[in-house]
DNA sequence: CGGGGTCTTGAGCTCTATCAATACTGGTGG
DNA sequence: CCACCAGTATTGATAGAGCTCAAGACCCCG
């Protein structure tokens, strides 16, 4: 890999979505971050925890979930490389749902009061900051919506759209090709579908000529005709300079 | 009505679910608020707006609308006596979704530059703010969760239990009876569900003896068994002195 | 060369949507 | 006060999307 820290990873982030001036990449720079590694299928954070840490995606995929008492799973989002999933944490005393690695993964975990006086004294930080749970919370919104509104293939399309956009928007993949060992079950809880039926959406859209899958790489053979089998626009995800 | 004031409104929200003190209730007694009715249906805000007010809500209820491109309509959250809904937008620059009255309803405007200087000046109450778009992070996880992996029973009834403990929290309703003309057709939009589905799930609801209906006044008789039906715990609204 | 996890396939069934008709309800004007 | 109307609620019947169950194929890894 190249060779950016983690710091790097958590401004390039930052810069996708606000303005950072050097000054305040200079003090995000200062921010002590553990990194740690961890397999799929890893809690991170659990529903009822009340951190002190929150953490920043270095490589891997994030999923928040949640659970029904009928133990069901959902995944109410994806979490990708810059992404602090649970800086929701910062301002809520428990937390309301689990950050489990969805493939294996490295986070990067920096301390809440560190955090806290950090957005006291730069107050574009916290802006940044508070931006960034302003667009999870946007995602959120748009899955409600998937989840709700569209049909199975739509959905499908829907969400693998925001997948390749999201890590080509902070330069993990070029092209339109990503690789990303997520199991189909895991796709499932992501979109209310049983893991048969997400099978058979993906085979739907390879058949279409929209997709075209080698082992854990997923490759968007047609990007336009994708969006538009997922009826997808940047819009929710609030990029500064929304390409594509 | 009692003589309550906008400001008396939000104060009172925001102290459900944060501390404020006197320095900070003073100010946020100086808010400018304009105040303006609206009856049920109506675009507060729409997609794709630049909005430079955010309201509050003062009476009636408000949602969180998306539509897909198959004009299917999906509220993705229900905005209640209090709340800000489009508190996002203050550091989002495009909104993403649609904020409507789905009852009649009275709301109070309040400027984004102003909102702005006061956080800038009051970082506890900048807290509060962000603190408050949290908690809707976290309502719309709940959501995804209700509409990807409930059945529409629990889902129904999970609607409710969130509905009433809401009023109930910002003082709206007392016991569990609350007077909602929402329509079928919204819950249904709220839910993912078809009108008719939705027509028969409060029918089961009702024939078990959880609820009852008179006109537009809904009454949880079984409070505690409506929220063992809907699978309803409030964690997830975060609410400073969790009653109930 | 296993073996556990994942993917794929088939068949039957359930939940929920759709369509269509009928009742109700509150508000309106005569 | 009543007749009317639009919107809403209710009901029945049918269709379809997606689930469940179960079995077999594949694939990576030790």
Redesign the interface.
Known sequence: MSPSSSSDILIRKLQTISDIREAEIAVLKSIPIQEKDFSANHDLVR??DHPVYSFVVLDGLIG?T?Y???G???I??FFVGGDIPDL?GL??S?M??NFSTLTPARVGFMRHDVLRSIC?QH?RI??AF??S??????M??????N????EAY?RMAHILCELIFRLRAVGRIQDHIADIPITQAALGDA??LSTVHVNRMLQELRREGLIATTGSRMHAIDWPGLTHAG?FDT??L?QKNPAD
């Open positions: 529903e009822g928040s949640k029904t008492s009928e069901k799973r959902q109410t989002s929701h301002h809520l428990v309301d749902c006291d107050p916290a802006t508070w931006r749970t302003l667009i999870d919370a946007a959120y919104r748009e899955w409600v919506t989840v709700g509104r569209r739509t979109l209310g009826d819009t929710y609030h």
